[in-house]
C-alpha cells in the first residue's frame, strides 16, 4: 500500500515531464518554420532570386558557331552567349549556324572571327538551266539594290565570288519590279508601290 502511494507521485511527474518535452518540440518547430517562411519572403521581397543558368549555358556546354552579316563567323562559348549577342545587335545580329562554317575559327571571341566556310567552290562553276518558275528577286545587305536571277545557283556564285562576299539575299519577287535577267542591279520597289509581275497580270 506504502508502495503503491509512492509510484503513484512518480509516475504523474514522469508524465508531466514527458507532455513539457513534447510542448517544447512543438513550440520549436513552429518557430523554425515561422523563421524560414520570413526568409523566403525576405529574399524574394528584397531583390529577384539569382536564376540558375540552363545546362546549354553551363562550362562544359559545346560550342557554338555565329555568322554576321558580312559573312564573317565566330566561334562562343554556348548558345546563350550567341543568344545575347544577337540580341545586343552591337555591331551586328549574328545567326546560329552549322559548327563547319567556324572551321578556319581559332579560338572563342570576337578576336578570331574569320570568313565563314560555307562550302564555296574554288572557282565560278556555270549553273544548269533552270524553268521559269526557279527565278529569284535578290536584295544586297544594306536592302537598296535589288537584281533578278535565274535560280539559287547563280546566288550562290554570286554570295561565294563577288565582293563583298554574301552580300545577296532573297527577297519578295515584287521588288524587283519588271526587271528581266540580264539586267544590271537597280534600287529595290518598297512593296506597296511594286507593280505585279507578268505572271501575276496574267
Known sequence: MHSQQWLMP?????????????LAGSTSASRNETHTTTTVKAV????????????????????????FPDGKCQRFNNICHLLEAHHNGKPAAVGHVPARECRHVAGVGYLYR???????????????RSPHSAKICVRTTNHKECQLLANV?????????????????RTDRRRCGLAKLGDEPRPCLPLRNAPKSATEQQ
Open 114 to 128: 574569320r570568313p565563314c566556310h560555307d562550302g564555296c567552290p574554288g572557282r565560278r562553276v556555270n549553273c544548269s
Open 44 to 67: 524574394g521581397g528584397a531583390a529577384a532570386p539569382v536564376c540558375r543558368l540552363p545546362p546549354v549555358c553551363m562550362e562544359n556546354s559545346p560550342r557554338v558557331c555565329g555568322r
Open 153 to 169: 545557283c547563280q546566288l550562290r556564285q554570286r554570295n561565294c565570288h563577288d565582293t563583298p562576299r554574301h552580300n545577296w539575299h
Open 10 to 22: 512518480v509516475a504523474m511527474a514522469m508524465v508531466f515531464a514527458l507532455l513539457q518535452l513534447q
